[in-house]
């Protein structure tokens, strides 16, 4: 089922702003330490995603604050703190959901043409992943 609330610790919606130009587009923007409650130290976005077989995500991170946007389409977030787990739809520009530490976090069922953005608190750092969930299992209690 996929819900509107975030029930899971170290999450939370981040609703940046978006300026409409009638027929000449949106513009939004996202401002480190404002919008985003941590400075910025990279940006990432993932494209040419296939609806029936990308499955991206399957970990979580010890340190990293990451925020998720849906820039273009739409996307299927799963999101497990170890005790609780929910699933969200992100289909607009504009919102975006925390990943927060110790977050396990899947996206899948991503519409055509779908586009996600990452802002993250830090350079990418392997060590920083935990790819087993039965580790992160452990970690989360
Ligand atoms: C998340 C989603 C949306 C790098 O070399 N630098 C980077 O900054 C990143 C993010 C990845 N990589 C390499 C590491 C792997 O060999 O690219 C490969 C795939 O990376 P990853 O497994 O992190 O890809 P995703 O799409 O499953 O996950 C990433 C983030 O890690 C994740 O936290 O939210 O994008």
């Not at 404002?34 to 990308?54: G, T």
Request: with cysteine; aromatic share 8%.
């Amino acid at each position: 089922m996929i819900e509107s609330t975030i029930r899971v610790k170290n999450s939370g919606l981040v609703r940046v702003k978006m300026i409409r130009d009638d027929r000449d587009g949106t513009l939004a923007i996202i401002e480190s330490l404002r919008d985003v409650p941590f400075d910025i130290r990279r940006v990432y976005f993932i494209s040419n995603l296939e609806k029936s077989v990308s499955i991206r995500g399957k970990h979580a991170h010890k340190e990293l604050e990451q925020i998720i946007f849906c820039i273009q389409g739409s996307f299927v977030l799963g999101l497990d703190d170890g005790n609780t787990s929910q699933k969200l739809l992100l289909n607009e520009p504009n919102v975006g959901i925390r990943l927060g530490k110790m977050l396990w976090h899947t996206m899948e069922d991503f519409s055509e043409s779908c586009v996600l953005l990452v802002v993250a608190s830090d350079y990418y750092d392997e060590n920083d992943y935990i790819r087993d969930y039965g580790d992160f299992l452990k970690l989360a209690q």
